[in-house]
T-cell receptor, first 113, second 110 residues
Framework: EPEVTQTPSHQVTQMGQEVILRCVPI?????FYWYRQILGQKVEFLVS????????KSEIFDDQFSVERPDGSNFTLKIRSTKLEDSAMYFC???????????FGPGTRLTVL | GEDVEQSLFLSVREGDSSVINCTYT??????LYWYKQEPGAGLQLLTY?????DMKQDQRLTVLLNKKDKHLSLRIADTQTGDSAIYFC??????????FGGGTRLMVKP
């Protein structure tokens, strides 16, 4: 069964460093998402991406964040200058069509020291 | 904005039924979802219900939707120790972003 994959599973970085989290969505899917879950808190929407552009973003998704689909398979989330409060589990999701359901990857645990 | 609320914790004995409840505020939701998260793992889609349905059954899982009260429930029949996990309900909006509840930790005692 096709699935969303994410790399790395765990990333440790120093405050102020840039990180890139990678996702490979399900191959024929058209809609892509990033969510995050700070330890012990709700899963929060960050951004949605369709047709090579951001379709919606939350207040969390400020200028430090960017997303890209550099080729036909990868979908990346970049955090330009990480802060301690960026430490969280980051989930990628993809969806085939507008009325489809979202399928989540296993997540990348980001730890900012 | 949209809000989704769940109780924090549920404990049941193996073989009993579990009922996990969720309330939501967005009456324009198209789908409502239940996801399962095991320790250290990602979000596994368990089941979902279209907003014009009242009930959906899928093997041991039964989802009930009361649109008037904006109440969603997940019933797990014959709960097993492998069902121990955190269960999240979520609703979508017109933009397809999901709004999640805080999760209900289900503990199944042997």
């Amino acid at each position: 069964e096709p699935e969303v994959t994410q790399t790395p599973s765990h990333q440790v970085t120093q405050m102020g460093q840039e990180v890139i989290l990678r996702c490979v969505p399900i191959s024929n899917h058209l809609y892509f998402y990033w969510y995050r879950q700070i330890l012990g808190q709700k899963v929060e929407f960050l951004v949605s991406f369709y047709n090579n552009e951001i379709s919606e973003k939350s207040e969390i998704f400020d200028d430090q964040f960017s997303v890209e689909r550099p080729d036909g398979s990868n979908f990346t989330l970049k955090i330009r200058s990480t802060k301690l409060e960026d430490s969280a589990m980051y989930f990628c999701a993809s969806m085939g069509g507008r009325t489809d359901t979202q399928y989540f990857g296993p997540g990348t645990r980001l730890t900012v020291l | 904005g949209e809000d989704v609320e769940q109780s924090l914790f549920l404990s049941v004995r193996e073989g009993d039924s579990s009922v996990i409840n969720c309330t939501y505020t967005d009456s324009s939701s198209t789908y409502l979802y239940w996801y399962k998260q095991e320790p250290g793992a990602g979000l596994q889609l368990l089941t979902y219900i279209f907003s014009n349905m009242d009930m959906k059954q899928d093997q041991r899982l039964t989802v009930l939707l009361n649109k008037k009260d904006k109440h969603l429930s997940l019933r797990i029949a014959d709960t097993q120790t492998g069902d121990s996990a955190i269960y999240f309900c979520a609703e979508d909006n017109a933009g397809n972003m999901l709004t999640f509840g805080g999760g209900t930790r289900l503990m199944v005692k042997p």
